[in-house]
């Protein structure tokens, strides 16, 4: 809920801390200012209860940046941390369960779009924006849940669509199988010691949808497209990545417990002419669309899945091993694996020993503080974790 400060508190505010001329700082000079002074020990309840709210703020962002770090190390150019195709069909590893539950479908990369890994990162810079911006309202970020499990496809795996769709079938069977082993290898490696996943494989879903489509990467289509270039500040406009970089989608045949049949006849005024390769595929419905679309497009079918048959629920909301947020002294760890509990341990060490006292304190009053007066610091940004790259309005 949203906390509304009083107006006689804006006015002492701007006493206090306003400028000469009532004119907002700039940013420079407003870090300068709210570095140089000291809290009093005397803070209003109102100010502590915007304190508060922006403590809880700063838990789900980092909670954000710790779910980009992840997914980023998974979709990264080691081999060990994701599953690769040298053959037409592979064996997964026990731990390979974590790459393909909670995700609606995996996405194959071709040697052909392999050329350049600082591309390839791009490209999943602009699909996780595109993806976190599709579930603005009702984003899941526990327990690896995301839009696909990468698969990288080396010269000696599976070249055809065909082939594709045949080697996901199977990858698909035994992932189901290792979910479904309970008490087995699976569960021996989730309650590792070393793992950074949840040691309850009831925490990973195998989603109806994964075996029915799959995502495939052949080509890297806007390197020399000027509107997808680095721009003046210096920054890529993942935007215009995602809208001009195409993947290929296309059904598998297994639709097997879905809410309804798949049809793509919503991308059909999107799709792109399919090469003669990709045209002569019998048997299967394929199109090639914008990233963009096809990410909107998967997550619409994971949300009428989902509504059709909602994913087990467990009493565990956030995964705890992910969260690795510091806490004061002389309260429970279990603190920090609830926002609520975090913010309010945090208020009741500064109560005791002043909010200058510890790092997530001071920043926190004085970001509220400066932010009550238009001005700008140690805001919460957005972790670009992939980079120099920001999404900008089109």
């Not at 600082?118 to 996780?128: D, E, K, S, V």
């Not at 048959?309 to 705890?320: A, G, S, V």
């Not at 002294?329 to 694996?337: D, I, P, T």
């Not at 007066?373 to 790259?389: C, H, K, R, T, V």
């Amino acid at each position: 809920m949203s906390i509304t400060p009083t107006p006689d508190f804006l006015a002492s505010l701007r006493q206090d801390h306003g400028t000469d001329d009532g004119e907002p700082r700039s940013t420079r000079e407003s870090r300068k200012y709210w570095s140089s002074i000291k809290i009093n020990e005397d803070v209003r309840d109102e100010l502590k209860a915007l304190v508060r709210e922006d403590l809880k703020k700063s838990w789900y962002s980092f909670r954000d940046y710790q779910h980009r770090f992840s997914t980023k190390i998974n979709w990264s150019s080691a081999d060990s941390e994701r599953v690769v195709l040298k053959d037409k069909k592979t064996k997964l590893r026990p731990r390979d369960i974590q790459y393909f539950c909670n995700k609606p479908t995996s996405i194959y990369w071709l040697p052909s779009a392999q050329k350049n890994d600082g591309l390839r990162t791009l490209i999943l810079a602009a699909m996780y924006e595109e993806w976190a911006r599709s579930n603005k309202n009702n984003q899941n970020i526990e327990f690896g849940h995301f839009l696909a499990n990468p698969i990288r496809i080396t010269s000696t795996g599976p070249s055809t669509i065909n082939e594709i769709i045949d080697a996901h079938l199977d990858l698909c069977t035994q992932a189901r199988r290792l979910t479904c082993d309970d008490g087995g290898v699976a569960d021996k490696w989730l309650s590792s010691r070393w793992t950074y996943c949840s040691s309850d494989t009831r925490h990973y879903y195998f989603h109806q949808l994964h075996p029915a489509i799959v995502m495939i990467m052949d080509q890297i289509d806007w390197p020399d497209n000027s509107e997808c270039r680095l721009e003046p500040d210096g920054f890529f406009n993942l935007r215009m990545v995602a809208q001009h970089q195409t993947v290929l989608i296309a059904r598998t045949g297994s639709e097997e417990g879905l809410a309804a049949s798949i049809s793509f006849e919503t991308l059909r005024s999107q799709a792109m002419p399919l090469e003669m390769a990709e045209a002569s595929v019998k048997n299967v419905d394929i199109v090639r669309v914008p990233l963009a679309s096809a990410v909107q497009f998967i997550v619409n079918l994971e949300r009428r899945e989902d509504t059709a048959r909602p994913p087990p629920t467990l009493e565990k909301t956030f995964q705890d091993s992910a969260i690795c947020l510091d806490l004061p002294k002389g309260f429970g760890a279990q603190a920090r694996f609830d926002p609520d509990a975090w913010a309010d341990a945090h208020i009741a060490m500064a109560e005791a020993h002043g909010f200058d006292h510890n790092w997530d304190t001071y920043w926190s009053i004085r970001r509220v503080l400066a932010g009550l007066l238009g001005e700008s610091y140690a805001d919460i940004s957005e972790p670009w974790l992939f980079g120099n790259w920001k999404v900008k309005s089109v």
